[in-house]
């Protein structure tokens, strides 16, 4: 038996009894549940890296703003499902203070996360034209999306950007959009789970085929302003949030609050679409929704459907977050830095110990250090990676789950790993290399 750093046979015990039929391919919460359940049988705590969920805690700002509004009663009634208007009318101006795009109050949605978000979306964006039936997603990507998807009996093509970047992204968008049944791309900026930023030239070749092909743009901002390599932190001061809003109107962007603001456990996000496209007349509409516009078909159809609004009193806890950080008193993007700092330290223990970043650049310029990055080791797949680091307590997902054509590599999260872990880290990847550089 092996001498590994967590006990080898009670981790090969738990595999086996989880019945997963390969480890190394298993979803996000399969292998938290394995995980859980090894920490619980040997005692020893894991670095655990498979889990987006935000280790940090949220500003009291939306807390306190949240008791109050259920002290003034809005527990008992039902929230408009277009939002209440000071979280429209924030989510407006911080659209503008912060992305620098001007946008309607009215095409401010409250959405149950952006989870919900992209479901609402895929409900409208692929049925607005017969013809265009299939969401073309620029991975690697946030694999519950798929699954939506599916759910929904829709279609999606992917592919892997990492050998598209720049110019190169044009024909390789061109090769699907010119067949005709794409209705909808969709990526996320920064990018769930390699971390890559897309740069303006490639923004401006998505903005510019979505204009030549009429193909609406889901900018899926999961991870807002949280590039440290540029300050996004003050309102209305440059530099702002890369978008493609800069170069079409057919975008929709998804705003979470779960990692920039803390708030996941709220479940609110919102959804914004552009003047525009909100206004816009898609007569195939109508034979889901009542309306032929798409922004009515969204509210009234879509959103209307999934939920009947968003918590009410969540819908002030994030108005007022948005409020102070749009007067310039409340610095979001300060406060989740301290990924970026993690990051920039985890990355180097990894490679210290013969790990290599599999997503390394933006074109030419070295990856931003933030939430997600990516490894792999040599002369192992990305399935045996993951299994084979579960004996050294450090749990990662796979990327052949997102999407990605990297199979060799994995997604570290640094979100819950805390600092005074780095030493055990920094002791089970040292082991890990002896017991592996010579294999
Ligand atoms: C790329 C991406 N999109 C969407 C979501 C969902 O966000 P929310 O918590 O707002 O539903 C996540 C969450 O991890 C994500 O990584």
């Known amino acids: 038996m092996k001498n ?8 090969k ?53 949240e008791i109050e509004a259920l002290k003034r009663g809005v527990a008992s009634k039902y929230p408009m499902i277009d939002g209440v208007p000071e979280l429209k009318k924030e989510v407006a101006r911080f659209v503008k203070n912060f992305i620098n795009i001007d946008v309607n109050e009215q095409g401010c949605i409250p959405t149950v996360g952006s989870m919900q978000g992209a479901m609402a ?7 607005c034209n017969v ?59 920064p ?8 740069t303006d030239t490639e923004l401006q070749i998505i903005g510019e085929l979505a204009n030549k092909y009429d193909i609406i743009v889901i900018e899926d901002l999961a991870y807002f302003a949280m590039d440290f390599r540029k300050d996004l932190s003050k309102p209305g001061e440059p530099p702002f949030q890369p978008t493609v809003a800069n170069y079409t109107n057919n975008w ?20 914004v679409i552009s003047n525009q496209l909100y206004k816009r007349k898609y007569p195939d509409l109508k034979r889901y929704f009542t309306s ?25 806890g994030l108005a007022a977050m948005l409020k102070a950080a749009n007067e310039g008193t409340f610095n979001f993007v300060e406060t989740v830095k301290e990924y970026g700092e993690k990051a920039k330290i985890m990355k180097k223990l990894f490679t210290d110990n013969g790990f290599k970043i599999v997503y390394d650049k933006d074109e030419d310029k070295p990856l931003a250090d933030g939430f997600y990055f990516t490894i792999s080791y040599p002369g192992l797949s990305g399935e045996e990676l993951l299994e084979e680091l579960l ?34 880290l920094e002791e089970r990847l040292k082991r890990f290399n002896e017991d592996h550089k010579n294999s």
């Open 292 to 316: 032929e516009e798409f922004g009515y078909a969204m509210l009234y159809g879509a959103v209307y459907s999934l939920s009947s609004g968003v918590c009410h009193s969540t819908q002030y």
């Open 191 to 198: 990018n769930n789970p390699s971390w890559i930023c897309f």
């Open 131 to 189: 013809k265009k039936d299939t969401v073309l997603f620029i991975d690697p990507g946030f694999p519950v999306q798929k699954q939506q998807l599916h759910v929904l009996g829709m279609n999606y093509e992917t592919f892997d950007v990492y050998n598209y970047r720049g110019e190169k992204l044009r024909d390789k968008l061109e090769s699907y959009l010119q067949k005709g049944n794409i209705s909808t791309i969709l990526y996320s900026n």
């Open 13 to 65: 015990q738990k595999i086996k009894e989880s019945n997963l039929p390969n480890v190394g391919r298993a979803s996000i919460r399969e292998l938290v549940r394995l995980v859980n359940e090894i920490e619980a049988a040997t005692g020893i705590k894991y670095v655990r890296m498979e889990m987006g969920v935000p280790g940090l805690e949220p500003s009291e700002l939306g807390i306190n703003a």
């Open 391 to 424: 004996y050294y307590g450090i749990s990662a997902i796979s990327l052949a789950i997102t999407g990605s054509e990297r199979t060799e590599g994995l997604r570290a999260c640094v979100s819950q790993v805390q600092r005074s872990q780095f030493p055990d």
């Open 121 to 127: 979306a895929f409900l409208v964006t692929n049925r």
């Open 252 to 271: 929709l962007m998804l705003i979470s609050s779960s990692k920039a603001f803390s708030y996941a456990g709220q479940r609110i996000g919102v959804m």
């Open 4 to 11: 590994t750093p967590i006990p080898y046979d009670i981790v």
